[in-house]
Structures are given as structure tokens and as C-alpha cells.
């Protein structure tokens, strides 16, 4: 949803004390480096099981394009191109995006809100069909933010983050997943599930979700604003992001599942240094490093996260987990404007973002 908030922060690393007192150092993750580098702490920390951290200031760190990482191959590049427009006339607010991994060519989003069906979109922007959640189960939604893939025991699902929290007031929020339909059966019954999550310390706005299918997890990424000056949503100073995690089994037993935080990105601090993609408007005024928006690699290797003003991607090492590849040090795709720009995915050797707004453009980034 839409925010506008001041851009104060300028923390480069975070570290946060545990509830006994003691310091809880960051998770960092080793990279081969082509140069010699300082010891440069990087502008990112995952930290343990808190989301009470608060941001130390540190020198500056060594950008992850100065490195030998997949990352760094995509973030050299510096071509994107328009390979279609979105045709249909009903999405209005493409929030999320995620790209198939069995129907080559399809594309999954959905609208910023209430709205429970999700779209197929083509490559090119063509209307391949509509299916409504809320039209063949029980599901109800508040601010659907996001999309995601999971592929596990040989299925693939949908899950969509119903996760939208503006004003921090929500008890709690939710999960809806469904297997992924098949667009040449188009009128196989969808049953979708849905479960509840709560924060453990009240509640949040989020707008991103990633999938870890190995380690039955998934993660939120917090979208919050200092609301302590008594300003209006969003308008107040961004906060570095929160990594909530939760689980992707147990959910037919019923009742809340309480989400465990693990460490924050100062997302902030690294828009604040951005300069790949094109100045946006929201990031001028203020909305610069709220996380609108992320997707896994099919392959795991690669996370991304998106802000109104950049794309950032961090690498992920064999077995290590999301929130580890988090810790390390992203470096930013070259961007090109997009109105609200919230989706992004990655489809084989694309990255592929789409913004907001009637017939947005699909933009992609070629690897």
C-alpha cells in the first residue's frame, strides 16, 4: 500500500542485545573477493531472534558488485527491456509477481487490497485467465501484498501473502495456499487453505514474502514507519526491515501460528546509497527502503528485495538459509522506473519487475 515516509536512517550495520542482556552479534556470510577488501561490516544484519534491534553505525562497506558472486553478475548488467504490457483491464495495482516454474511463459500476480483472485498473465502482458479464491472456499482477505511459489513432494503452490498492515492494527494475518492451476484444465476445482499468523510483538505492515521449500519455512520482510511523533501512516521516519519467519507445514491444525522474528536489514541505509536505478518520486519524498516486494531463485541461489527506488540481490550459499543469505552483502540491479513499482520475480535467466497502475509495463532484466 501506499506510504510516504522521511528518510533519517543512515545505519550501516545492526547488532541487537538479547533479552539477558548480552550482545547478539550479526550472521555474516564469507565471500571470495577478487581484491583485497576491508573489513568493512556490510549494510545488511540478520541478527538472532529479536526485532528490538537497534542500528550502530559502522565504515563503509565493500558493495557486493566489487565481488565474485552470482549476485554481482546480474547487478553488472545494464540493459533492461519492456517485453510487454499487462492487458488486462482489472489488474489496477499488480502488487506481487511471481514467474511459473511449469508453465513456461506464465506469470502469477494479483491486486494490491482485498481482491482475492490471482491472474495469469503471458510474457508479452496476455490475459490467460482469472481465478477467484474467494469464489470456491471460505477465504477472506484485508491487504493482499504479495505472491510466492512452493514446490514441495512435487507440487506446486501458490501461496499469497495476505499480510497488508498500514495503520498496525491488525490481530493477525494470513497465509492463503492453493495449487498452482493448470491453465490447460482451466475449470479444475481450486481449494484453497488459509492459516493465521501473529507477530510476537504486536503488529506490523509487510509487503514481502520469500519461500525456503528445503527448509519448510517462509519469511516476511517488515514495511514499517516510526509512528512515535504521532504523525499519519506512513509518514513517519522508515524503520530498518524486520525478518519474520514462519512454518510451511502444521497449518491444517487449526488456530494462530506465532511467527518468530529474526534479525533486521537496514534497507534504509542502502536505498539511501542507490544509484543503478532511475530517481522515483516515492524514495524523494521519503519512502526510500520500505520493502515492497522479493522472490527466491528457483535454484535458491538468489534473493532479491525491491523498494520503491531499487532492486537489491543477495547471494545464498549452498545450505545456508534466507536469513543467512540476508546477512551478506547485496548489490543493486540496474532498474528502470515503474509507477509503485512492488513486484518483482525471477523467471530462468530474467528478473522481471512490474509496477502499478492500468496496463503497467513488464520490464525485464536479462541475465
Not at 565474485?68 to 553478475?73: M, T
Not at 493465521?196 to 525456503?212: C, K, M, Q, R, S
Not at 514499517?224 to 491444517?252: H, I, K, M, N, R
Request: with cysteine; proline share 6%; net charge negative.
Amino acid at each position: 500500500m501506499r506510504t510516504i515516509a522521511a528518510l533519517v536512517v543512515s545505519a550501516l550495520v545492526v547488532s541487537c542485545s538479547s533479552t539477558d542482556g548480552s550482545t547478539v552479534q550479526p550472521v555474516t556470510t564469507t565471500v571470495e573477493t577478487t581484491s583485497p577488501v576491508s573489513s568493512a561490516p556490510s549494510p545488511t544484519a540478520v541478527t538472532e531472534e529479536t526485532s528490538t534491534a537497534e542500528p550502530g553505525f559502522g565504515t563503509e562497506p565493500t558493495l557486493a558488485a566489487e565481488l565474485e558472486s552470482a549476485a554481482a553478475d546480474w547487478c553488472a548488467r545494464t540493459g533492461t527491456e519492456q517485453i510487454g504490457a499487462v492487458v488486462s483491464g482489472e489488474i489496477v495495482e499488480a502488487s506481487g509477481l511471481v514467474a511459473s516454474r511449469n508453465q513456461p511463459g506464465v506469470y502469477w500476480t494479483h491486486n494490491d487490497g482485498s481482491d482475492t483472485r490471482v491472474f495469469a498473465v503471458g510474457a508479452d502482458g496476455r490475459d490467460l485467465g482469472v481465478f477467484d479464491l474467494g469464489g470456491t472456499a471460505a477465504i477472506n482477505a484485508r491487504d493482499i501484498e504479495d505472491i510466492a511459489l512452493s514446490e514441495r513432494s512435487g507440487v506446486s503452490e501458490l501461496l499469497i501473502a495476505d499480510i497488508g498492515d498500514n495503520r498496525r492494527e491488525r490481530e493477525s494475518i494470513q497465509l492463503i495456499r492453493v495449487p498452482e492451476p493448470n491453465l490447460a484444465a482451466p475449470d479444475e476445482i481450486i481449494e484453497p487453505e488459509s492459516v493465521e499468523f501473529v507477530y510476537p510483538d504486536g503488529p506490523h505492515n509487510a509487503e514481502t514474502l520469500l519461500i525456503d521449500d528445503e527448509a519448510g519455512l517462509f519469511f516476511i520482510v517488515t514495511k514499517d514507519q516510526d509512528e512515535s511523533s504521532g504523525l499519519s501512516p506512513g509518514l513517519g521516519e522508515t524503520l530498518p526491515a524486520v525478518v519474520y519467519e514462519g512454518p510451511l507445514d502444521g497449518w491444517s491444525e487449526g488456530g494462530q501460528i506465532e511467527l518468530v522474528a529474526r534479525g533486521t536489514i537496514d534497507l534504509p541505509a542502502l536505498s539511501d546509497r542507490a544509484t543503478s536505478s532511475p530517481a522515483h518520486p516515492l524514495g524523494i519524498l521519503g519512502a526510500a527502503g520500505v520493502a515492497t516486494g522479493g522472490d527466491v531463485a528457483a535454484d535458491g541461489s538468489l534473493v532479491a528485495l525491491r523498494t520503491y527506488e531499487a532492486v537489491w540481490l543477495w547471494d545464498r550459499a549452498p545450505g545456508a538459509s534466507i536469513r543467512e543469505a540476508l546477512a551478506g552483502v547485496p548489490c543493486e540491479v540496474t532498474g528502470v522506473f515503474e509507477q509503485q513499482g512492488e513486484a518483482v520475480a525471477f523467471d530462468g535467466e530474467r528478473l522481471v519487475t512490474v509496477g502499478e497502475g492500468g496496463n503497467p509495463p513488464i520490464n525485464v532484466l536479462a541475465r
